[in-house]
Nanobody, 121 residues
Framework: QVQLVESGGGLVQPGGSLRLSCAAS????????MAWYRQAPGKQRELVAHITLSSSTDYADSVKGRFTISRDDARNTVYLQMNSLKPEDTAVYYC???????????????WGQGTQVTVSS
């Protein structure tokens, strides 16, 4: 089973940027889709963005125009570039492997430990 390890989180001021990385222990080149989720305290985990094998992308309305998901299959890594960060982006961010059909993402039931993103002045 492919293990996922997220990194790149931290404390950033509002308006700042961070780039998250998700390193897979095995090949993701045959994986249909990859995604980033986040979970804020007291809230359910939500889908932030996903990217298909053909690099089509889809984003939650709350992050459109600010976040960019990308994948480097040669490095077995998925990235999330986050710009213009807001306090409401504060959460633990998780990556996930899954499938995508008709722009709907279906996660596999395997998660990494996540990486904390805190946006605060």
């Amino acid at each position: 089973q492919v293990q996922l390890v997220e990194s790149g989180g931290g404390l950033v001021q509002p308006g700042g940027s961070l780039r998250l990385s998700c390193a897979a222990s095995g090949s993701i080149s045959g994986t249909d889709a990859m995604a980033w989720y986040r979970q804020a305290p007291g809230k359910q985990r939500e889908l932030v963005a996903h990217i298909t094998l053909s690099s089509s992308t889809d984003y939650a309305d709350s992050v459109k125009g600010r976040f960019t998901i990308s994948r480097d299959d040669a490095r077995n890594t998925v990235y999330l570039q986050m710009n213009s960060l807001k306090p409401e982006d504060t959460a633990v961010y998780y990556c996930n492997r899954g499938t995508s059909w008709n722009r709907t993402y279906y996660p596999y039931p395997s998660w990494g430990q996540g990486t904390q993103v805190t946006v605060s002045s």
